[in-house]
């Protein structure tokens, strides 16, 4: 798969992730991830923000 530009299928995975990331943080960041050893991971507003920008094409995937 070519990912030099994101396509609609690839953005809605995207999306969907971090919808469900926000929905079980918790529990995600219970695992001990290796993501967030040297960064905080976003907050549900931030998730909030970032989702919107996406489906707004306000940030270049």
């Known amino acids: 798969m070519n990912y ?3 396509d ?3 953005i809605a995975t995207i999306l969907a992730a971090l ?3 926000q929905a079980n943080r918790e529990d995600i960041l219970d ?3 290796p993501h967030f050893v ?3 991971p976003l907050s549900s507003d ?4 970032l989702c919107q920008a996406i489906c707004l094409s306000e940030i270049q995937l």
């Open 4 to 6: 030099q530009h994101l």
């Open 46 to 49: 931030e998730i909030d923000d």
């Open 8 to 10: 609609h299928r690839s």
């Open 38 to 40: 040297d960064s905080d």
């Open 19 to 21: 919808r469900y990331f």
């Open 31 to 33: 695992l001990d991830l």
